[in-house]
Each structure stands twice: as structure tokens, then as C-alpha cells.
């Protein structure tokens, strides 16, 4: 390998980690992709996301990947249906015919609002499917990251190995980029600052294809994309997949100040510490209870609609970073996605901003390499800038997702984002 390309390890295998690599690949660029989980399949691998044309599709069209991204994204995908919680329909765009949109990204009109669905499991497949098989190393989750002293260069050290053993790929690396999660390993070498509660937990569980094709009711009222209810303090929020399953996220505001600690399953459901030692989230009438406590004002469809589903049930507390939170440029070790802005999913920008990352790290890098086969070109400079270029962009997207999160907990946020999808009110 030249010279002029560093070594670089991506800590990660999610989306935003795999786009990096992919952009990188496009252009002759190679890297190391260290992942914790032993494949991408050993567990569920989340719901559906909205990949947007002057973003996330902007960085797909970077590494060539842009006509393969629309075979399996899903334009009708974007169809919504807003209800209230009586049950009034307020808008459903499975009822109104699909409005051709201008491309962004290749000039050509296209069916929606420019953000077609796509499963997250399907988008990872897409970039794993992109990169040489040796790039991923699956089952290589990092401990550690460490300076080499004297150099601008890292070491990384692995869970499970012994600090004596010397593995082959610990380094050293000229590039170490963290695109490891809201909980990144990676983080503390720029900053002590930790994720904070957001004040809202969501109850998440799936229907598979099979029982939701029994369970028509059900379907119409999620429709062929989301359907989305609101009041004050509660959200219900139910998305249909690509392979006919679908899911439901039965989310409720419990702090309004962001920090503190999140609840815990007995405290969401009212229960005192002699009733029961575990909260089984897998029985039903546990879970009953919960749709009951928080929902029971709901139309019934709607708590039908989240009690038929009984799969992959799990309580989530949301985090983010403070909006605006920043760090000290430090050489040859970076941040993007979630490990550098991890923000609530309520203006869902988040993939996107994630992805935004990658493209500009990536064009970043690109240009360095350029500037070093011409005999110059300085690696904590290209650090310094993507880093000030992605604080301000992804600022503005925190920013928007924190309003966003006070629309649609509030009483009229049905009305309120309806407003927003029709372009009255604030919008990414």
C-alpha cells in the first residue's frame, strides 16, 4: 500500500461505519472495520429508516451504491397516517395518490417527499454486500484504544484478548474513527461526556409477517408506511416493514428535564418492590398493563393494533448528547453517527446526519491522500475540519430533533405535525 493512504480503523459495523468504509472502497481507498458482534445477523438489526435525497442519499450516490439503494428502498414506505387519540384521522397519504418529487441526486422525478423507506437490516446488507470480504472483522470488539508514544498513531487493544498477547491487527493506525453507538468505546479519548435521558422510554415490539396477514384490522391501521398518534406525554409510533412484519413503539415522556435517571420496568408500571422480582416484558399482561396505564384513552384500534404484537418485546430509555456538544480536535482519532451527536429519533434525521458523517470524513480523507501524493497534506488539519463542519450541521439537526420532540409529546401534536409533513411548520 502507498504511503499516502493511512491506516485506518473504523470502530463499528453499523450503517454509518459500513458507509464510511464504502465511500472509502469506491475510491481506492482501504480500511479496517472492527465490529463486537460475531455477524450481522446475530440479532435483530432495528426497524425502518427514512434515507433523504440531500443526505443519506447523497452519500449512497458517493459510493456508488445510489441505483442498488433504490431497488430496495421502499417509496410507498413514506405513506403516514396521523390519528388522534379518539380515533380521528387527521391525514392518511395511503388514501392520496404519491406526488412525484425532483431527484437531488440524478435530475429524475421520483414517487413521495424524497425519503423512501428501507429496512436497516436491507441497508446494511447493501454496504456489507459493497465492501471486500476482509474489510469486517466480526467478533473484534475494542477495549481499548492507545497512543503510540511519539506519534500521532493508535494501538487497539480487544475484548478478551490479554494485554500481553500482541494481536496482528491492533495497529498501529494512522486514523482511528469511532462509529461505535451512543455508548462508544471510542468517545472518551475526545470527551468525558456521556449520553443524558432524554425523558422518554419507548415499549418496542414486533408482529411477524405471518400473524399480522391474519390480523387485517391491524394492517389497515398501520397502513402501507407508519402511523403515528400523540397527546400529551405519549407517543404511539407503528411502522410496517419490508418483509411484512411490523412494529410498534409505545413511547411515553417521563422527565421533562433532559438527564436524571430513566425509570425502571416497575416504576413504569406502578408496582411495588414486594409485587415481583422480575418485569417479564414477554407476558402479555405485563404488557397489557403498560398499554392500559399509558394508552387507555386510546382508540381501541389502536391498543388492539400494539397488543397483537407480541414478538422481540423490549423496554428502551432514549439518550442523547447535549445539543451543541463539542470537543478538542485531537490527531488521528475521530467520531461520527451516534458516537459523536447520538440524538432522539423524533425528527428522524438521525441515520442521515450519521451518513452526511461519512461522506464528509470520507471526502475529507480522499482529498488528503491527493495532497500526499503531491508531497504534502496534514491529517490532524482534515480531522480539524470535518470535526468543525460536523458540529455545526449536526447542531442544527439536534436542535430540530429536540423541538420536534416537544411537538409530538404534546396534545395537539397530531395537528402540530401535520402542519410540519405540509410545510407550515419547522422541518429537516
Known amino acids: 500500500m502507498s504511503k499516502s493512504i493511512p491506516d485506518i480503523a473504523i470502530i463499528g459495523a453499523g450503517p454509518v461505519g459500513l458507509m464510511l468504509a464504502a465511500i472509502l472502497h469506491h475510491n481506492g481507498i482501504k480500511?479496517?472495520?472492527?465490529?463486537?458482534?460475531?455477524?450481522?445477523?446475530?440479532?435483530?438489526?432495528?426497524?425502518?429508516?427514512?434515507?433523504?435525497?440531500?443526505?443519506?442519499?447523497?452519500?449512497?450516490?458517493?459510493?456508488?451504491?445510489?441505483?442498488?439503494?433504490?431497488?430496495?428502498?421502499?417509496?410507498?414506505g413514506e405513506a403516514t397516517r396521523v390519528v388522534k387519540k379518539d380515533g380521528t384521522v387527521l391525514l392518511d397519504e395511503n388514501e392520496q395518490p404519491q406526488q412525484l418529487q425532483p431527484d437531488q441526486n440524478n435530475g429524475e422525478e421520483e414517487e413521495g417527499r424524497g425519503r423512501?423507506?428501507?429496512?436497516?437490516?436491507?441497508?446494511?446488507?447493501?454496504?456489507?454486500?459493497?465492501?471486500?470480504?476482509?474489510?469486517?472483522?466480526?467478533?473484534?470488539?475494542?477495549?481499548?484504544?492507545?497512543p503510540v508514544p511519539k506519534t500521532q498513531q493508535w494501538k487497539l487493544e480487544f475484548i478478551g484478548s490479554e494485554s500481553s498477547?500482541?494481536?496482528?491487527?491492533?495497529?498501529?493506525?494512522?486514523?482511528?474513527?469511532?462509529?461505535?453507538?451512543?455508548?462508544?468505546?471510542?468517545?472518551?479519548?475526545?470527551?468525558?461526556?456521556?449520553?443524558?435521558?432524554?425523558?422518554?422510554?419507548?415499549?418496542?415490539?414486533?408482529?411477524?409477517?405471518?400473524?399480522?396477514?391474519v390480523q387485517p384490522d391491524v394492517s389497515a391501521f398501520?397502513?402501507?408506511?407508519s402511523c403515528m398518534m400523540m397527546s400529551e406525554d405519549r407517543f404511539l409510533s407503528l411502522q410496517r416493514h419490508s418483509d411484512g412484519s411490523a412494529r410498534a413503539y409505545a413511547m411515553i415522556r417521563t422527565n421533562k428535564e433532559i438527564g436524571g435517571e430513566a425509570p425502571d420496568a416497575k416504576t413504569l408500571l406502578g408496582l411495588e418492590e414486594e409485587d415481583v422480582v422480575v418485569v417479564d416484558w414477554t407476558d402479555a399482561k405485563t404488557r397489557e398493563r403498560y398499554v392500559d396505564k399509558y394508552f387507555g384513552d386510546y382508540v381501541q384500534e389502536a391498543r388492539d393494533a400494539v397488543?397483537?404484537?407480541?414478538?422481540?418485546?423490549?423496554?428502551?430509555?432514549?439518550?442523547?448528547?447535549?445539543?451543541?456538544?463539542?470537543?478538542?480536535s485531537r490527531p488521528g482519532v475521530s467520531l461520527l453517527?451516534?458516537?459523536?451527536?447520538?440524538?432522539?429519533?423524533?425528527?428522524?434525521?438521525?441515520?442521515?446526519?450519521?451518513?452526511?458523517?461519512?461522506?464528509?470524513?470520507?471526502?475529507?480523507?480522499?482529498?488528503?491522500?491527493?495532497?500526499?501524493?503531491?508531497?504534502?497534506?496534514?491529517?490532524a488539519k482534515m480531522l480539524r475540519e470535518y470535526e468543525n463542519g460536523m458540529f455545526e450541521?449536526?447542531?442544527?439537526?439536534?436542535a430540530l430533533t429536540a423541538s420536534m420532540l416537544e411537538v409530538e409529546f404534546s396534545e395537539d401534536g397530531p395537528e402540530k405535525i401535520v402542519e410540519v409533513m405540509s410545510g407550515a411548520g419547522p422541518s429537516s
Not at 317 to 322: K, N
Not at 393 to 398: I, L, T, W
Open 31 to 76: 480500511s479496517k472495520i472492527f465490529e463486537r458482534e460475531t455477524s450481522a445477523t446475530v440479532r435483530a438489526q432495528g426497524g425502518t429508516l427514512d434515507i433523504h435525497a440531500e443526505t443519506g442519499q447523497r452519500a449512497l450516490a458517493a459510493a456508488g451504491l445510489l441505483p442498488a439503494f433504490r431497488k430496495i428502498s421502499r417509496p410507498e
Open 116 to 146: 423512501p423507506e428501507v429496512d436497516r437490516r436491507d441497508l446494511k446488507d447493501l454496504l456489507i454486500a459493497a465492501l471486500p470480504e476482509d474489510i469486517i472483522r466480526w467478533g473484534k470488539g475494542i477495549s481499548s484504544v492507545k
Open 165 to 213: 498477547v500482541e494481536d496482528s491487527e491492533s495497529g498501529p493506525y494512522d486514523l482511528v474513527l469511532g462509529a461505535d453507538g451512543a455508548w462508544s468505546r471510542v468517545r472518551p479519548l475526545l470527551t468525558d461526556v456521556r449520553p443524558l435521558y432524554s425523558g422518554v422510554t419507548a415499549l418496542d415490539v414486533w408482529i411477524s409477517p405471518a400473524q399480522l396477514a
Open 222 to 225: 398501520i397502513g402501507e408506511g
Open 307 to 328: 397488543l397483537a404484537m407480541t414478538e422481540q418485546p423490549a423496554l428502551r430509555p432514549l439518550y442523547m448528547l447535549p445539543i451543541g456538544h463539542r470537543w478538542e
Open 337 to 379: 453517527g451516534d458516537a459523536a451527536h447520538v440524538m432522539t429519533p423524533f425528527a428522524g434525521v438521525g441515520v442521515n446526519v450519521g451518513m452526511m458523517d461519512a461522506l464528509e470524513l470520507a471526502e475529507g480523507i480522499i482529498a488528503y491522500v491527493k495532497q500526499q501524493e503531491e508531497g504534502k497534506g496534514d491529517l
Open 393 to 398: 450541521r449536526s447542531q442544527k439537526d439536534a
